[in-house]
């Protein structure tokens, strides 16, 4: 049984900063690519920057030069550091991540945050 759980979601006025984290734990063997989604209501659910286990990045554009995506493979932690927060970074963010349960596994199977909510509003 493997369970995430994120924290560091809140209100924060446009221009402000939030970290983001997610912690993993139970039956977790390695994980291959960590990921942060974002689902604002109406809209579809977006992923918004990820991390593979070589700490290779990638952003969705609208974010590139405020958000930081960090991994700290000793404590199976995921981070976002959020910065210059505009209005429509509103929404609800999930963390993904791509794990093997133990050796034997051949496949990575994906686990799913509970979801942090993160409102910019004045």
């Known amino acids: 049984q493997v369970q995430l759980v994120e924290s560091g979601g809140g209100l924060v006025q446009p221009g402000g900063s939030l970290r983001l984290s997610c912690a993993g734990s139970g039956s977790i063997f390695s994980i291959n690519v960590m990921g942060w989604y974002r689902q604002a209501p109406g809209k579809e659910r977006e992923l918004v920057a990820s991390?593979?286990?070589?700490?290779?990045?990638n952003y969705v554009d609208s974010v590139k030069g405020r958000f930081t995506i960090s991994r700290d493979n000793a404590k199976n932690t995921l981070y976002l550091q959020m910065n210059s927060l505009k209005p429509e970074d509103t929404a609800v963010y999930y963390c993904?991540?791509?794990?093997?349960?133990?050796?034997?596994?051949?496949?990575?199977?994906?686990?799913w945050g509970q979801g942090t909510r993160v409102t910019v509003s004045s």
């Open positions: 991390i593979t286990s070589g700490g290779g990045t």
């Open positions: 993904n991540i791509a794990l093997r349960s133990g050796a034997w596994q051949r496949r990575w199977d994906d686990y």
